[in-house]
Each structure stands twice: as C-alpha cells, then as structure tokens.
C-alpha cells in the first residue's frame, strides 16, 4: 500500500527558532494536508494544499505541494511553546476523496 | 456546536467481547471516517462515509464493522475484541467544498481502548 516517509522523527529547538519537516511518499498524491496533534487529543487540520508547487501560510506555518507531486514541506518560523507536538502529513490521490495516507509524524519539542 | 464527539473516552474489554464506539457529529458533514492510532505510528483509516447509507472499507477494516443511517451518526463496532486492536480510535467529520476547493475537518476526541 502506499506510505508517507515523514522526517524528522523528532525535534528538540531553542525558542525563536525556525523548524523545517518534510513529507515524502512513492506515490503521486493530488492532496496533502498538514495536521498537528497536541496530548490527549485528535488532530487539526492546519494547512491543506491542492496544487503541484503550491505555497500556503497559517499564521507562522507555510507548507509547500512539492513540484514531483511526491513530497511535501512544513516550516514554522519563530517557534514559541505552544508549537510543541505532532505534527502528521496527509497525502490522498484524489480531490474530496475520503481515503487519507498518513505519515509517522514529527514530535516537537521546544526548549524555552 | 459541539463538533465531534467520541464516546466513551476510555474502554476496557477482554478478548472476545464486543462494543461499539460512539461517533456524531452536528456540522452536517457528508463523510465520516474511523482512525486508529498506534504508539509511535500515524493515523490508519479504517472505515470511511459518504454520506448516511454508504461506507466503504479503509487500510484496516478487519475485525471492525460501521453503519451510516444517519448524517450525524457513524458507530464502529468491534465485533470480537481482540489484543492488537488495543489503541486510540479517532473518528472524523469533513465536506470538501467544490466551490471553494477545499477541506474542512475535525477529529473527535479520541477513545483509548485496551483489549486484555
């Protein structure tokens, strides 16, 4: 089946740092999503992104569609302590289609 | 509004029993899916809706059965309980809107379910 490569697994930053992940898979998706997960709770949906070469921003996040169609890129720019958690990828074939691909995550870890 | 909403939040059952998760949702979204969440793991998609009358099998559907007979309801059932289904089941609401070209989503709470 298809599988999401996510990396780093884990962070550990200093406060105002800028952080970078990526999202890479062997399949060409048409979606990819960007969620965050903090303890004890589901995911949210941070950023979702439609097009090859797309560039999306949520506040201090942005995530890049990677040209390939493969891959996918989240950066947080200025870290502060509540960006500490997971965040997971998403990637599904098809526009509205309901079956979502999920990679491992990336725990994040600030450091004040 | 409340969302979406998991019930119960913690289960304990013994290998071979049965139960049903509790999933609804009051946004009147179409589709519905049911996650489970492994230590260390993401998230893999076991059921999903359509819409009320229609589901479809995710990643990892055995051992596990859903039913839509309503917008706002999707229940999973785990037929016969067994130790590696020991995890957190997330269930989830979302509509894609065609105008707009894009997700809305939200993930209920959680059940966290150890099977003995």
């Known amino acids: 089946g298809q599988q999401l490569n996510q990396s780093p697994q884990s962070m550990f930053i200093q406060e105002g740092e800028d952080v970078s992940m990526n999202c890479t898979s062997s399949?060409?998706?048409?979606?990819w999503l960007w969620y965050k997960q903090e303890p004890g709770e589901g995911p949210v949906l941070l950023i979702a992104?439609?097009?090859?070469?797309e560039l999306t921003s949520n506040g201090r996040l942005t995530a890049q569609f990677g040209i390939t169609r493969k891959d996918s890129f989240l950066n947080i720019s200025a870290s502060i302590p509540s960006d500490v958690g997971i965040y997971f990828c998403?990637?599904?074939?098809?526009?509205?289609?309901?079956?979502?691909?999920f990679g491992q995550g990336t725990r994040l870890t600030i450091n004040p | 509004n409340a969302g979406v909403t998991q019930t119960p939040k913690f289960q304990v059952l013994k290998t071979g029993q049965s139960m049903t998760l509790q999933c609804a949702q009051d946004?009147?979204?179409?589709?519905m899916s049911w996650y489970r969440q492994d230590p260390g793991m993401g998230l893999r998609l076991i059921h999903y809706?359509?819409?009320?009358?229609?589901?479809d099998q995710g990643e990892v559907p055995n051992g596990y059965n859903v039913s839509r007979s309503t917008t706002e309801d999707f229940p999973l059932r785990l037929l016969s309980a067994a130790p590696s289904q020991t995890s957190v089941y997330f269930c989830?609401?979302?509509?894609?809107?065609?105008?707009?070209?894009?997700?809305?989503?939200?993930f209920g709470p959680g059940t966290r379910l150890t099977v003995l």
């Open positions: 989830a609401s979302s509509s894609f809107g065609v105008r707009l070209g894009t997700d809305t989503q939200y």
């Open positions: 399949s060409i998706f048409n979606t």
């Open positions: 992104l439609y097009k090859a070469g």
């Open positions: 998403a990637g599904r074939v098809r526009q509205g289609a309901q079956k979502l691909v």
């Open positions: 946004m009147n979204h179409e589709y």
């Open positions: 809706s359509v819409g009320a009358g229609i589901t």
